[in-house]
C-alpha cells in the first residue's frame, strides 16, 4: 500500500544518511578493534557499540533525559545492533536480490540528491573514510532488509471477517452515538521505560501546563510552548475525525465534555501525559458515507546525520519558500521526496479514511484546501503535507470492508513487526563477547 511510504527506499536513499551508511555498519574490522558479536555470518565491532553509545546518549541529552549508567546504555547500544544485523543478514538470505542496474539508479539518486557528480560522490565518501564499494553493498542491503520486512511483517498479519464485522458495527455505533470531534492536546512525552524520577519531572510540567489553562491562560498558547507533538503550531489542534478514528482512551476522557471545555485530570497513555480539550463536536455521518483527500507531500527520512529536528527545519524552510511564492510545493517534492511519489511531485491522489498512517492523517485532515501543514512525523519520517481537494463519495460495503481491512491490518502492523523480529532474534546464531560484561 502507497500511504505506507516503504517503497520509497527503492527511488531513493535519504541523503545524507546514504553517504554515511556504510561508515556506520563497517564490514570488517579495523587495526585495533576488536568484536564485540558475532550474528550470523555477520560480525559487531567494539567501535560500532562506542558510536552508538554515544548516540543514544546524545539523543538523551536533548530529550532532557536523565543519563543512563554507561553499562546499561551500552547494552542497549549492542542490543541495538543485533537486531540491526539479524535483519540484514536474513534479508540477504531471503530478500528479493538488487540488481546492479537498479544499485546504480540508487546511487545516483543519492549523488543528485546532494547535488554531486558520481565523481564529487566518490571523493565525499573517501573524505568521510568511506570504501565506495561498502557504501553501494550497504545501500543493497538497506533496500533488501525494506523489502523483506514489508513482505514478511505483511504476510503475518491475518484480518478475518468477524474482525470486519466487529470494526464496522463499532464505527456504526460511534457514528451514531458521537459522530467526529476535533480535539486539542498538550503533551508531555515520557519515554519507554523512563525511570521514576523522569516519570514524575514530565507528570509536573503536564500539571503545571493544566493549571494554566484551568487559570485562564489560552489553550492554543499553552499549547504551542509545551506541547511536544506535530500539533503543537496549530495550537495543539488534531483536528476533526470520526470518533473511531481517535484512541479509546481519548473518547473515554471526553465522553461529557462540551464544545470548549478542557478535561480537569490529566489523561495517562503509553505516549505519556495529555491535557484535552473539545474543540468542536459534529453530529453523526453515514457510514456509507466517505470523505475522499487529494493530497501531495515531501518526505524526508531522519537518520543519524539528519535528525528529525534538522529535517523539520528544512521542512519548515520549504514551506516558508512555498508561501512567499519562491518555490513551488510539486517542484520542491520531485527534488527533495524521497518516496515514489516524487517524480509526481508528491501526488499522493485521492485517498478515503484509514488511507494513511495516522499521525499524516491527522495532520491532512486538519488543513484547509490548498493549506500546508507544519512539518508532520510519522514513523516513515518528517512530512510536509498539501491538500488539494476533498470530496465526499458514496462507499459500496465492498469498498466499505476492504477500507476495514486496511485499517485493521495498519492497527496490527507495529505488534507484527514486533513478533517479527523477535522470532528472527531466537532464530539466529548470537555470541556476545565478554568484554561488555
Known sequence: MMHRFVPSIFAVTLALAALHAAAQTPPTLQPGD??????????????????????????????????????????????????????????????????????????????????????????????????????????????????????????????????????????????????????????????????????????????????????????????????????????????????????????????????????????????????????????????TQSQQTHARHVLLRPSAQLTAEVASRRMAEYKRQIEAGQARFEDIAKANSEDGSAEAGGDLGWMGAGGFVPEFEEAMNALPLNGISPPVMSRFGVHLIQVLERRTVDVEMKQLREQARGALREQKYDEAYQEWVKDLRAKAFVEVREWLD
Do not use: C, W
Request: neutral net charge; without cysteine.
Open 34 to 287: 576488536y568484536i564485540a558479536a558475532v550474528v550470523n555470518q555477520d560480525v559487531v565491532a567494539a567501535s560500532e557499540v562506542i558510536q552508538r553509545t554515544e548516540k543514544l546518549r546524545q539523543e538523551a541529552r536533548q530529550r532532557g533525559e536523565v543519563m543512563p549508567e554507561t553499562a546499561g546504555l551500552r547494552k542497549q547500544a549492542l542490543e541495538a545492533l543485533i537486531e540491526d544485523r539479524v535483519l540484514v543478514t536474513y534479508a540477504r538470505e531471503n530478500g528479493s536480490k538488487v540488481d546492479e542496474v537498479e544499485l546504480d539508479r540508487v546511487v545516483a539518486n543519492v549523488a543528485a540528491q546532494n547535488k554531486l557528480t558520481m565523481a564529487q560522490l566518490r571523493e565525499r565518501l573517501k573524505q568521510d573514510g568511506t570504501d565506495y564499494k561498502s557504501f553501494r553493498e550497504n545501500l543493497r542491503d538497506q533496500m533488501m532488509t525494506e523489502r523483506v520486512r514489508e513482505r514478511e511483517v505483511q504476510g503475518r498479519i491475518k484480518i478475518s471477517d468477524a474482525e470486519i464485522d466487529a470494526y464496522l458495527d463499532k464505527k456504526r455505533a460511534a457514528l451514531e452515538q458521537g459522530g467526529q470531534i476535533n480535539l486539542a492536546q498538550v503533551l508531555v512525552p515520557v519515554p519507554d521505560g523512563a525511570p521514576e524520577a523522569v516519570v514524575t519531572e514530565r507528570r509536573a510540567r503536564a500539571e503545571a501546563a493544566l493549571a494554566r489553562i484551568k487559570g485562564g491562560e489560552d489553550f492554543a498558547k499553552v499549547a504551542r510552548e509545551i506541547s511536544e507533538d506535530s500539533n503543537k503550531a496549530r495550537g495543539g489542534e488534531i483536528g476533526m475525525r470520526p470518533v473511531d478514528r481517535l484512541p479509546d482512551i481519548f473518547v473515554t476522557a471526553v465522553r461529557e465534555l462540551k464544545t470548549g471545555q478542557v478535561a480537569p485530570e490529566l489523561l495517562r497513555s503509553g505516549a505519556g501525559f495529555h491535557v484535552l480539550k473539545v474543540v468542536e463536536r459534529q453530529g453523526a455521518a453515514s457510514l
